[in-house]
C-alpha cells in the first residue's frame, strides 16, 4: 500500500506559478513511477508529467517548458513546479504512483489549481 498526500494548490493570476508537492508514505520502496494528471470540469483525467525512479521525466505537450516535475527520494516527495501559468491550466491535480512490477495505480485526493486571467 501507497499513501499519497498532495498539497501546494490554490488561486493565482495568469503568468503566475505553483508548486504542488506530493508526500508518499507506506510501500514507498516499491514505486516505479511517480507523476501528477489533472481533470477540469468536463474533460477526461489527463496525464501531466511523470518521473522514474532514475528521475526520467516526461510532459504533456501542452506544459513542456513551463512545468518542471523532481523528485526528493530523502523525503519521499515529488513536486511539480508550475511557472507561465494559464486560465487553460485550472483543474483538480492529482499526485499517481505506480507501484512495483505489475505498476498497480495509487491516487492522491488531489488538489484545485485555479488560474485566473
Known amino acids: 500500500q501507497v499513501q499519497l498526500v498532495e498539497s501546494g494548490g490554490g488561486l493565482v493570476q495568469a503568468g503566475g506559478s505553483l508548486r504542488l508537492s506530493c508526500a508518499a508514505s507506506?510501500?514507498?520502496?516499491?514505486?516505479?513511477?511517480m507523476g501528477w494528471y489533472r481533470q477540469a470540469p468536463g474533460k477526461q483525467r489527463e496525464l501531466v508529467a511523470h518521473i522514474s525512479s532514475g528521475s526520467s521525466t516526461n510532459y504533456a505537450d501542452s506544459v513542456k517548458g513551463r512545468f518542471t516535475i523532481s523528485r526528493d527520494n530523502a523525503k519521499n516527495t515529488v513536486y511539480l513546479q508550475m511557472n507561465s501559468l494559464k486560465p487553460e491550466d485550472t483543474a483538480v491535480y492529482y499526485c499517481?504512483?505506480?507501484?512495483?512490477?505489475?505498476?498497480?495505480?495509487?491516487w492522491g485526493q488531489g488538489t484545485q489549481v485555479t488560474v485566473s486571467p
Open positions: 507506506g510501500n514507498i520502496f516499491s514505486i516505479a513511477f
Open positions: 499517481n504512483a505506480l507501484v512495483g512490477t505489475t505498476l498497480r495505480s495509487y
